[in-house]
């Protein structure tokens, strides 16, 4: 039985009661019965508002911030004392329609941004109508909502420069006001339930900063926490969450939402993945939109309907997120944008173009508008980084939305699909060190040429440290900008060094294209031989020299992806007795047309099996599982080593012939080398 029938059972059953009991012969069964459906009916109306509960609430439709004619609530203003400040505040209140002093209500404070004061929601928001509206729409719960000055100063007025500095940190201070002056003077003066459960705090920009602090700051105070477009006064999601299993525990509901072209949703996205990344219930909602109202109101329509009521943990995956921007955009630009399924938007303004395409491994045709605009949108794509081109009638060339990369042979366009499993690459709240660009002269090509050097944190400030090398190796196509940009060696390295996993290290990124070059084996084998020359005549010896660096081959590493893992082959196994540590990803001699020289190799391994396995701490090999081109040439060379004895070791991670497998390839051989 629904139970909108429950309740009219009831009210039969309630009837008949009264006319019975006048007439004072009510049933017996009957007004055990009666009792009976009571319990259900009560036991059904909780039910029914968990399983409402249980429903993503939908953002607004139109007229959602019109007044209607339905009961409205009262907006005041208040006047209290705070000894924070050493003046008299104001602050706004609304509370709701039937408000009665005997009874008691949950309380919701709303805070501005940085450009307003406690007039900026009533003003541009429309609070009051929207939750006049929910209210007689039975969508929320009665509550008082407190619209505070959130500018923690004697002259608290958004006039003159609103960004100097002591209004800047007025805001900040506003949290002691807010608990200390504030929240006693609503408590005792309005009838609210004072708990932390029954209290909610939410903001839009500076104010949703505000929030996150306040609220993820003071667990036994708020339960509910809502930033909508959060600014940049938030704190790093390490300060905001300091204790991850506390926060599981504390909050009823922790809602993030923001417009997907808002240039501020870096800060909202970066608490959100950090959130996931510790599995730490939340609601992220990401709508099309920027930095407006439009965005604010909706966010306290939706927020407003979950508080003070049974929420489901379950139902915020549900919640959409819109394209937001990709973080290898050029800065402000709205596109590409990434959906949450992964699928990512192209826009392209290009009027007299025929043709265009995106060329993200798979073609996409893109539509074209009235208005010149070319749109597409792909489908999901794997996570971490992907080389893409635009063509233009045929023609490739970068995007300009997006930041440019070396790599097939040419500067391409790049795009940072979000991977949840990337926290060893995020940055972080760490000690960093430095990426240095090094010009240096070649002996052996006779020109000038550079490459990138990575020192680790403190390199500069203690000067007697001396630390072990590794030398890594990029790609086909690509040059020393690779493993520096694409590769995110350094955020790797400072995660690794910072959680005392890896050795602290110097990292050399050397530019490996050298030699006669091309995709064949006379080509290929000028440039292993060069490259070696390279290395052991100019390349060491210059950093060596240039560097504090340890001695020794204990201290020496030499690593690369596809083609540089090829150079690590060659230079390092004729060289054991300089590197003690060998790392070989997505890589392997291309059989048939490298026979030759893999034999060559092959067979001075025979003869110097024991010497290598001697010299050799780390050979360390991994392909990115059977999709990966390089997977069969890896297969045949492992086979090839244990038949000869070679000790190695033998690694796979899922992803192909791509950057994300390179980079885990990265962070777990880091780990491996230089150990005592």
Not at 309 to 337: E, L, W
Not at 390 to 407: H, N, R, T, W
Not at 588 to 613: C, R, V
């Amino acid at each position: 039985m629904h139970p909108s029938d429950f309740k009219l059972y009831f009210i039969h059953l309630f009837t008949k009661y009264n006319s019975s009991n006048q007439q004072n012969r009510y049933p017996k069964n009957d007004m055990q019965h009666m009792k009976k459906m009571i319990n259900i009916f009560a036991v059904l109306i909780l039910f029914s508002k968990i399983v409402s509960a249980q429903d993503a609430v939908k953002p607004a439709s139109a007229g959602f911030d019109t007044v209607r004619a339905v009961p409205h609530g009262k907006v005041d203003t208040l006047i209290y004392d705070s000894k924070t400040v050493g003046a008299k505040r104001r602050t706004l209140i609304y509370t709701p329609p039937g408000f009665a002093k005997n009874k008691k209500y949950p309380v919701l404070y709303l805070l501005h941004g940085i450009g307003g004061d406690e007039k900026e929601w009533l003003n541009g928001g429309k609070p009051q109508v929207i939750l006049d509206n929910l209210y007689a729409d039975g969508k929320i719960e009665p509550m008082i909502v407190v619209l505070p000055n959130g500018r923690a100063m004697k002259d608290d007025r958004a006039t003159g420069n609103i960004m100097a500095p002591d209004k800047v940190q007025a805001f900040a201070i506003f949290e002691k006001d807010l608990l200390n002056d504030l929240i006693p003077f609503i408590e005792k003066k309005y009838p609210v339930i004072a708990d932390k459960d029954h209290r909610a705090i939410a903001g839009l920009s500076m104010g949703g900063g505000q929030s996150l602090n306040f609220g993820l700051g003071n667990l036994d105070v708020f339960s509910w926490i809502g930033g909508f477009s959060s600014a940049p006064n938030t704190k790093t999601p390490q300060e905001l969450v300091p204790d991850i299993n506390a926060a599981k525990q504390k909050i009823k509901l922790l809602y993030i939402s923001c417009g997907a072209s808002d240039g501020l949703i870096s800060f909202s996205k970066r608490t959100h993945d950090f959130l996931v990344k510790n599995d730490i219930p939340h609601i992220y909602f990401i709508e099309p939109g920027v930095h407006d109202f439009k965005v604010w109101k909706n966010g306290l329509y939706m927020f407003s309907q979950l508080l003070f009521k049974p929420v489901d943990p379950s139902t915020f995956t549900k919640y959409p997120v819109a394209g937001a921007p990709a973080a290898t955009n050029i800065r402000n630009s709205a596109y590409p944008q990434i959906m949450s399924d992964s699928r990512v938007k192209f826009s392209i303004k290009a009027p007299d173009a025929q043709r265009v395409q995106i060329d993200l491994g798979k073609k996409y045709d893109l539509v074209k508008d009235g208005n010149g605009m070319w749109t597409v949108t792909t489908d999901s794509i794997s996570e971490g980084f992907h080389y893409y081109s635009l063509l233009i009638d045929g023609m490739a060339v970068a995007d300009p939305s997006s930041e440019s990369f070396y790599g097939m042979g040419r500067m391409a366009s790049g795009i940072e699909i979000p991977f949840t499993g990337g926290a060893y690459y995020a940055l972080r709240n760490v000690p960093h060190g430095d990426i240095r660009i090094k010009k240096y002269y070649s002996t052996v090509t006779n020109s000038w040429r550079q490459l990138y050097i990575y020192t680790p944190p403190g390199y500069d400030s203690n000067l007697v440290a001396k630390f072990p090398v590794l030398y890594i190796l990029h790609g086909g196509g690509e040059d020393e900008t690779g493993w520096a940009a694409q590769g995110k060696t350094d955020l790797i390295i400072d995660n690794l060094v910072a959680a005392k996993k890896a050795t602290p290290m110097i990292v050399v990124m050397p530019d490996a294209n050298i030699g006669a070059g091309g995709f064949s084996s006379n080509g290929i084998e000028s440039s292993l031989k060069t490259f070696e020359s390279e290395m052991k005549k100019v390349i060491i010896p210059f950093v060596e020299k240039n560097y504090r660096t340890l001695a020794g081959p204990e201290a020496r590493a030499l690593a690369g992806l596809s083609l540089g893992g090829m150079h690590t082959l060659y230079t390092g196994i004729n060289n054991t007795d300089m590197f003690a540590h060998l790392g070989v990803f997505s890589s392997g001699w291309i059989i048939p047309m490298m026979s030759k020289l893999a034999d060559e190799q092959y067979e001075y391994m025979k003869n110097n099996t024991n010497k290598i396995n001697d010299n050799l701490k780390v050979f360390w090999i991994s392909e990115g599982g059977q999709e990966d081109i390089a997977w069969k040439n890896g297969q045949l060379m492992t086979g090839k080593l244990n038949e000869l004895k070679i000790k190695h070791t033998y690694s796979e991670y899922p992803g192909g012939h791509t950057w994300p497998v390179w980079r885990n390839n990265l962070f777990n051989f880091a780990q491996v080398i230089f150990k005592q």
